[in-house]
């Protein structure tokens, strides 16, 4: 049974950073597409990150780019999200998700058949 759990949401001030993971088991980890998605209050899902476990290509929205890294750890099968400088527009339900994907262009949420339950991060001004 594919698993998903995310961690690290919070309440931080506009400037501030976070770092949320994405604990994974259930499928082969190193042969995977890990996306971090963020869902606002009356907006639509969005992918805001994505990683290739096999290959380690990253993929960043144009929203996040500079800001947020991705990365993968191997021994804890885990993906993690660095978010530096929030704003408080990144405030959001972020979610990680896995589907066996060729690549990081597959960027709708329909693409991904796995899901977390969610972490709520708040930006305050």
């Known amino acids: 049974e594919v698993q998903l759990v995310e961690s690290g949401g919070g309440l931080v001030q506009a400037g501030g950073s976070l770092r949320l993971s994405c604990s994974a088991s259930?499928?082969?980890?190193?042969?995977?597409?890990i996306g971090w998605f963020r869902q606002a209050p009356g907006k639509e899902r969005e992918r805001v990150s994505c990683?290739?476990?096999?290959?380690?290509?990253?993929d960043y929205s144009d929203s996040v780019k500079g800001r947020f890294t991705i990365a993968t750890d191997y021994t804890k099968n885990t993906v993690s999200l660095q978010m530096n400088s929030l704003k408080v527009d990144d405030t959001a339900v972020y979610f990680c998700?896995?589907?066996?994907?060729?690549?990081?262009?597959?960027?709708?949420?329909?693409?991904?058949?796995?899901w977390g339950q969610g972490t709520t991060v708040t930006v305050s001004s």
């Open positions: 259930g499928f082969t980890f190193d042969d995977y597409s």
């Open positions: 998700a896995a589907d066996d994907l060729p690549s990081c262009k597959y960027a709708e949420s329909e693409s991904y058949a796995y």
């Open positions: 990683t290739l476990t096999g290959d380690g290509s990253t």
